[in-house]
Structures are given as C-alpha cells and as structure tokens.
Nanobody, 122 residues
C-alpha cells in the first residue's frame, strides 16, 4: 500500500495539529496503521497505532491524553490529532501500514509514508 502523509507544520507550544495519512493501492481495512516519529539525532520511535477497524488503539506514554489516532476506512485515511504540543514533540512523523494488524514495533510494518515535519516552538 502507498502512503502519503500530510498536515505537519510549525506551531507554538500548547497548539494543535492534525496529521493525515492517505493510503492507496490495497484494501485499507486489511491494514493496521501506526504513527512513528524521528527527532534529529535520535532513533525512530513509536507514537500510536490503531487496529484494522479502529477498535484498538495504543499510545506511547509521552503522548497519552494529548494525541488521538483515528481512521476512516471509507476515505482510506488515518489521522493523528495532536493537542497540547510540546517542543519535545518536534520530529518527522511517519505513518506506516501493517498487513494483518497493529503493532508498536516499527520492524513489523511493511509500508511507510514519506514523513511530515512537525516543529513545536517554545
């Protein structure tokens, strides 16, 4: 499946952004979806994941209560709503697709989007 992420930008601390990831090429509802991020000089880390039909969602501890992952299978799109953003959220955000289900592990994912930059100023 091909993935196209969008919605990144520059925002002040405490602000909000909504990332979108549009999928094409395969049956979207067959894929668990995840969001990962990579800050400069750091390894890529898990942010959030959602099951194929949206019933299960998991988050890394640092974003719980601030970020919400959701999906619209009719639109072949997964979203990441990010509220109360902090400077430490600054990173390139990647969406990823995994056939058969969700995962918190990046090596479980088959397909990746190109990434979208999120910069949070203090």
């Amino acid at each position: 499946v091909q993935l196209q992420a969008s919605g990144g930008g520059l925002v002040q601390a405490g602000g909000s952004l909504r990332l979108s990831c549009a999928a094409s090429g395969r049956t979207f509802s067959n894929y668990g979806m995840g969001w990962f991020r990579q800050a400069p000089g750091k390894e890529r880390e898990f942010v959030a994941t959602i099951s194929r039909l949206g019933a299960a969602r998991y988050y890394t501890d640092s974003v719980k209560g601030r970020f919400t992952i959701s999906r619209d299978n009719a639109k072949n799109t997964v979203y990441l709503q990010m509220n109360n953003l902090k400077p430490e959220d600054t990173a390139v955000y990647y969406c990823a697709a995994r056939s058969g289900g969700y995962s918190t592990k990046d090596h479980d994912y088959n397909d990746w989007g190109q990434g979208t930059q999120v910069t949070v100023s203090s």
